[in-house]
């Protein structure tokens, strides 16, 4: 995959919710920071390695989301990695809305896939 269409192919596959089709887009080795730094899921803030525990960061976010949608203001690509300011406008299953920026950084791999996802938020 080329590294510009990257971004908005992880998002509109989560926006899709495609998991397959998401975890398709990773190395098997894979790192997802999201977000980077220690959280509620992630307390040593280490993310998850590797596509199963991708697998499982996704069925957890998606598990209290309804549907999610998103708007990319800018993005730049240098190297092998696209830096990605967005905004994603996500509902719950709740019924509440939540508005979240956030700076998404990925690098490609030479296979052309995602060897990272980290997001800023």
């Known amino acids: 995959m080329n590294l510009e ?8 596959a989560v926006k899709a919710k495609d998991r397959a089709g998401w975890l398709a887009l990773f190395e098997d080795d894979a790192l997802v920071q999201d977000p980077v730094g220690p959280c509620e899921w992630d307390p040593e803030g280490v993310g998850q ?10 069925d ?12 990319i203001h800018h993005q730049v690509v240098r190297g092998n990695e696209a830096a990605v300011a ?5 509902m719950m299953k709740d019924g509440t809305k939540q508005e979240s920026r956030a700076i998404n950084i990925y690098k490609a ?4 896939k995602i060897a990272s996802l980290r997001s800023f938020w």
């Open 109 to 112: 791999s030479e296979n052309g």
């Open 49 to 58: 390695q590797g596509k199963e525990a991708i697998g499982r960061f996704y």
């Open 5 to 12: 269409d990257m971004p908005q192919a992880s998002l509109n």
């Open 60 to 71: 957890m976010f998606m598990g209290f989301q309804d549907s999610l949608d998103y708007e």
């Open 86 to 90: 967005l905004t994603l406008h996500i």
